[in-house]
């Protein structure tokens, strides 16, 4: 397994699979390890998939200091692989809460990122607040699903702020664009995977919206956002706020598809992945 040491000591891993130019992956969960994206659809076929497993996850090692799980401070490691690749520029790509660490990455070192694709985006980055009426919009699609009344409830709650653990545990069906044997595996399989310990993340100082905003603003290079039609998570509407923050963003929704639009519509996630990179 390779394996690199953070600024401050910590060794991380990271996965390398597939060929060609190189595609730095940060996953979300948030503080999932990176096999969750496994090929990503099929895009090792066109590209060299580098996934980061973040620090505390994975084969990456806990941290001797807690507070170094705040997204900010991971930006340093995100930083650290790029140079142990010996890149001085590199391709990225963020999916869920790993967005936000590519914003903050692309926030601090925007010479070091070619293009920037952004995967169903957690927005608490760039301080995006997605209306309860557009996640309602988008589950909606599915209405014609044999647990659609139970999930949707949930939903109602979650979306009005009364939501508990067991009605956010409800609404998983909606952010998969098949809730059959597969998704519901791969669901409880993340929930196993992920480190709950890393509650720092979001810590008091994490994020500065207005001035990564202000970043992301001058950010001269071609971005990507891909959203899934049914997502719930960042409906269409949201990645599009998103998508605007950039001066030079296209914003790709996948019908369909939810948070992991790879496996809803591999083809057409690869396809729009791949002709975005080779543009």
Known sequence: M??????DGTELAYHASGSGTPLLCLPGGPMLDSAYL????GLAAHRRLILLDPRGTGASATPDDPASYRCDRQVADVEALRAHLGLDAVDVLGHSAGANLAALYVARHSGRVNRLVLVTPGTGAVGIDTPPEERLTAARLRSGEPWFGPAYAALEEVTAGRGTAESFEAVSPFLHGTWDGASRERHAEN?????????????????????TRAALAAFDRPVLV????????????????????????ELTVLPGAGHFPWHDDAEGFTGAVDGFLTS
């Open 191 to 211: 929930r196993r995977r992920r480190n709950d310990e890393a509650g720092a993340l979001t810590n008091e100082g994490a994020y500065d919206p207005p001035a």
């Open 2 to 7: 390779p394996s690199f040491l953070a600024p």
């Open 38 to 41: 496994g090929d990503l659809g």
């Open 226 to 249: 891909v959203a899934g039609e049914g997502d719930v998570n960042t409906p269409p509407p949201t990645a599009a706020a998103y998508a605007a923050l950039f001066p030079k963003a």
